[in-house]
């Protein structure tokens, strides 16, 4: 009997989210990564006649299952969350008090073989979360040179061969077949991967090479540094922002930011100064969750997941001067 077979779609630390995000049940919410609608189901319930909820998604199948909610108080636009800012001031919402961010790929998303997120099945090699636009992870591997190969597969997938199997893909291409399925990459890459350098023997060869192709095709580590310094500007004090990351690229990055803005006195350097004259924080930091043995147990998936919650001080950002 297959091992292969999808798993149901279990929204992520759903609860302990919301309950993290809505500390005012009539003000205007952010899910800006929709998915399914696990999360903004939730927020909505907790929501007053006069709270408010905006939801956002690349992914046109996000967009179809919002077409669902029949609610007064929730609006979705299909964009990427980058655009947080032009599309909230098109909907003239100026103030947040809460912004949720779940960050990845979704199970819908992997366990939908046509996509190409996965190895798991063969299929055409996309990955991209917005299907209408953009080119696709075969596209980009038809035509990145070598250093470029390298440089992304290391860096987004932290894979110590990945110049071994950059030089596989441009091998393939120069002999007139480039990588065009998710079976021919895994495969393409396991043979580039010494057997005994292949450590944990639960996990394909090919899992790493996979999420740096698809960070890279779909921007998602600079679409989130966007998205997190608009979220700080359109906060109000005291509103929240709940991040779930899935990998140590995404925790650290949102990790340092909010470091960052709840410590802005540490990127001062030695000189002296007056208390007055440190810069005040424009965060406090709250709280870091992780998934319980019972969550874990129940979708596998929620392993890696690390939740991060800050709160928006009260300090002013200001604008920035021109040079």
Do not use: C
């Amino acid at each position: 009997m297959s091992s292969s077979a999808p798993l149901a779609h279990l929204t992520v630390l759903a609860k302990p989210a919301v309950a993290f995000l809505v500390t005012d049940p009539h003000g205007a919410y952010v899910d800006a990564t929709f998915g399914r609608g696990g999360h903004s189901g939730l927020i909505l319930s907790r929501l007053s006649s006069r709270g408010r909820l905006v939801a956002m998604d690349r992914d046109p199948q996000a967009a179809e299952a919002a077409a669902a909610i029949v609610d007064p108080r929730f609006h979705f636009v299909h964009t990427r969350f980058s655009r947080l800012s032009a599309t909230l001031a098109a909907m003239g919402v100026t103030r947040l008090q809460g912004l949720l961010l779940d960050l990845g790929v979704s199970s819908p998303q992997i366990d939908s073989a046509e996509r190409g997120f996965s190895w798991r099945a063969d299929a055409p090699l996309d990955m991209r979360m917005d299907t209408s636009r953009g080119i696709t992870a075969a596209d980009w591997l038809a035509s990145a040179p070598v250093a470029e190969l390298t440089r992304v597969i290391r860096e987004f997938g932290e894979e110590r061969f990945a110049a071994a199997i950059a030089k596989a893909v441009v091998a393939r291409r120069g002999a007139g077949q480039p990588v065009a399925t998710t079976a021919e990459l895994a495969s393409l890459v396991a043979g580039a991967i010494p057997v005994r350098s292949r450590g944990d023997a639960t996990q394909h060869p090919a899992t790493r090479t996979f999420q740096a192709v698809r960070i890279h095709v779909n921007q998602e580590l600079e679409e989130l540094a966007l998205v997190l310094e608009q979220a700080v500007a359109m906060l109000a004090p005291g509103g929240r922002l709940v991040v779930i990351s899935f990998h140590s690229l995404e925790d650290r990055l949102v990790k340092r930011f909010f470091d960052r803005h709840a410590h802005p006195e540490r990127q001062v350097g030695r000189l002296p100064l007056r208390a007055a004259e440190l810069p005040q924080p424009r965060l406090s930091l709250v709280a870091r969750v992780r998934p319980d043995a019972a969550e874990v147990a129940a979708n596998p998936r929620a392993r890696s997941a690390v939740m991060r919650i800050a709160e928006r001080t009260a300090t002013p950002i200001e604008p920035e001067k021109a040079p």
